[in-house]
């Protein structure tokens, strides 16, 4: 039996020609707003505000930063800037490449302070080992 896999659900569907409905949307609303920018203004002032207002609206419509609308990157700045920072790495004291604390304090035995175990291993323990090994 074969099933069909869904494949390219990360992109929209293109409802008019290559404009999706996000894309359709905003563009109708910076139109809606460049008439009533062409009905309060005159043309000089019309022409300038025009020109700030076809970058936000087509940035809104067009620009994905970091493969994501830019309206939900504008959502996830602001929410980053506004919501408090939340830490969950906490510093441990550091070890030597002997597993050894370092301490803050400088001494100058430092045989003293550093202590290794040495692990002694006999042939049957490494027999053991070998025959789990190989059994897998």
């Known amino acids: 039996m074969q099933f069909n896999i869904p494949q390219f659900i990360d992109?929209?569907?293109k409802i008019v020609g290559p404009f999706t409905a996000k894309q359709l949307g905003w563009m109708f609303g910076g139109g809606a707003v460049l008439?009533?920018?062409w009905n309060m203004l005159?043309?000089?002032?019309?022409?300038?505000?025009?020109?700030?207002v076809v970058g936000i609206f087509g940035s809104l419509a067009f620009?994905?930063?970091?493969?994501?609308?830019?309206?939900?990157?504008?959502?996830?700045l602001f929410s980053f800037f506004t919501k408090p920072k939340f830490y969950l790495w906490k510093r441990v004291p550091?070890?030597?490449?002997?597993?050894?604390?370092k301490t803050g304090?400088?001494?100058?035995d430092k045989k003293a302070e550093l202590k290794i175990i040495k692990k002694e291993i006999s042939g049957n323990k490494i027999e053991e080992i070998s025959k789990i090994l190989d059994s897998y």
């Open 11 to 13: 992109k929209e569907d």
């Open 35 to 37: 008439l009533v920018l």
């Open 42 to 52: 005159d043309f000089s002032g019309f022409l300038v505000s025009a020109i700030f």
């Open 63 to 76: 620009w994905r930063p970091y493969n994501q609308s830019c309206i939900s990157f504008i959502f996830s």
């Open 94 to 101: 550091a070890k030597d490449a002997f597993g050894v604390k």
């Open 105 to 108: 304090k400088k001494s100058s």
